[in-house]
């Protein structure tokens, strides 16, 4: 997940709140200065860091909660609220209208603007776009392999000559060659040899007037904190049509310091990047990227993924209702183990849940395609009792099993032992939360 230590600390501080039995002024001053540090430790501008905290303690103490809302609910939307503006409020969507569209991507050296470029052109290419990717970097003749290889797997094809020294000349010919063949997007890829903002933006300016791009793209490295700030401004005054993609926010400490330096320049993120796989990019939206990190739960992404979820076929509607109360048998885990591999990880899914965010054991939930291999085979040597009723297995069943699967007893004990691992996670999850959530979606008929 982005920025995985800076959503605990501030999950923690709402948790203080939600913990605590009355809200008062001290609480409240408690929370923002918890909230205050989060930000500081992220690498936020200190500056933009008090002005956002006082707004949020103004607002907490003077503020009455709408009706039907506790005090504590409201001071969480407030903090929601704030941290969202803070992150530029609305999402700004890379929008396709016209055929071809046609965008040209910036970047410093090392920011990961070849890896985005690869991760945007499979993005739009899921989205059912033909796209065709140029590399005019003519200064690393290396570049115009590693996109290709990135990309050549899922059939997008890169123009590209690394002889060729005339950049220019490279991204009107790859911009026509595109034309020619009737794609939806055409990407064009620049050099990224700039150490800093004035050579990237000349260059910038030339390709731009030689193929007139619907939209210019800054990839900004996030690891480099709030000094992405001096990047994204004088990137925003150089052009009217650029965005930004935030890249490398997984694991990165100083990423919410990027962020909200991009944010603070007006200028609109539309992706960041989140890991160095293909599928690691991800259209930005303030709110959904706030209410994640604070652990509230992302409701419209929880909708969205509970509809995948039932769409799958191995995920019928009772095993989701087992699923949720943590009744379930050896065949049932099975079922959810298989159903899961195929959805994506389950971790991901539950984080969405309000208030369950962070409190999951991985390898309670994660088994690879080989396990989930071993695990038939060693139920297929068990009695219908025994799948039932796993509590029942006892060694010498283990034994047997192991013997009748041609497994070793270690095998049969640590799929008993994923099998109780689940079952106590899934009991220990608060059931009046769990309830809550089934009513907002509909699910109030699985009687949790
Ligand atoms: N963890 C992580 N790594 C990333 C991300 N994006 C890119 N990277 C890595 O950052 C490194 C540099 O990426 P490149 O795409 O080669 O970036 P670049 O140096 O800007 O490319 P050019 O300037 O075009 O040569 C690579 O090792 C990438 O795998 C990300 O979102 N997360």
Redesign the pocket.
């Known amino acids: 997940m982005a920025l995985e230590k800076l959503g605990k600390a501030l999950n923690n501080a709402l948790r203080k709140l939600a913990r605590s039995g009355t809200v008062d002024e001290a609480l409240i001053k408690e929370v923002v200065r918890d909230i205050q540090r989060a930000l500081i430790q992220a690498d936020v501008n200190v500056r933009m860091v008090l002005q956002l905290t006082k707004t949020i303690e103004k607002r907490a103490l003077e503020e009455k909660p709408p009706a039907g809302a506790s005090k504590k609910e409201h001071i969480i939307q407030i903090v929601y609220e704030e941290l969202t503006k803070f992150l530029g409020k609305e999402a700004k969507p890379l929008e396709i209208k016209d055929k071809p569209t046609v965008l040209l991507t910036v970047?410093?050296?090392?920011?990961?603007?070849?890896?985005?470029?690869?991760?945007l052109a499979r993005h739009l290419q899921k989205r059912g776009y033909r796209v065709g990717l140029v590399c005019s970097?003519t200064w690393?003749p290396?570049?115009y392999y590693?996109l290709k290889q990135l990309v050549e797997p899922f059939g997008i094809e890169v123009f590209g000559d690394p002889e060729e020294k005339d950049a220019v000349k490279l991204a009107r010919e790859g911009v026509e060659y595109f034309k020619g063949k009737g794609v939806d997007v055409i990407i064009v890829?620049s050099?990224?040899?700039h150490k800093e903002e004035t050579g990237l933006i000349e260059e910038m300016k030339q390709i731009s007037e030689a193929i007139k791009p619907h939209e210019v793209i800054l990839?900004i490295?996030?690891t480099i904190g709030q000094q992405a700030y001096n990047q994204a401004l004088a990137f925003k005054e150089a052009t009217p049509i650029g965005s930004i993609i935030v890249?490398?926010?997984?694991?990165s400490a100083k990423g919410g310091g990027a962020l909200s330096a991009v944010a603070a320049t007006g200028a609109p993120i539309k992706f960041?990047?989140?890991?160095?796989r293909i599928d690691?990019?991800e259209p930005f939206d303030p709110k959904r990227f706030v209410s994640r990190l604070l652990g509230m739960g992302d409701i419209e992404g929880l909708l969205q993924k509970l509809e995948e979820l039932q769409k799958a076929q191995e995920f019928k509607e009772e095993d989701l209702e087992k699923f949720l109360k943590g009744k379930f048998n050896l065949k049932d885990m099975y079922a959810q183990l298989e159903a899961m591999q195929k959805m994506g990880p389950l971790k991901q899914i539950l984080q969405m849940i309000p208030g369950l965010g962070y409190s999951l054991p991985d390898d309670a939930v994660k088994v690879g395609e080989e396990k989930l291999k071993r695990y038939r085979i060693i139920m297929d040597s068990m009695t219908e009792e025994e799948l039932e009723h796993p509590e029942i297995i006892n060694y010498s069943r283990i034994k047997r099993i192991a013997r009748g699967s041609g497994t070793s007893t270690q095998e049969v004990r640590e799929l008993l032992h994923q099998y109780n691992q689940m079952r106590k996670m899934f009991k220990s999850m608060d059931k009046r939360k769990l309830s809550k959530m089934a009513r907002k979606f509909n699910f109030g008929g699985f009687g949790i």
């Open positions: 970047g410093i050296q090392g920011s990961g603007k070849t890896t985005s470029v690869a991760k970097d690393r290396g570049a590693q890829d050099a990224g040899r990839v490295d996030g890249t490398k926010l997984d694991g960041i990047g989140v890991g160095e690691d990019l």
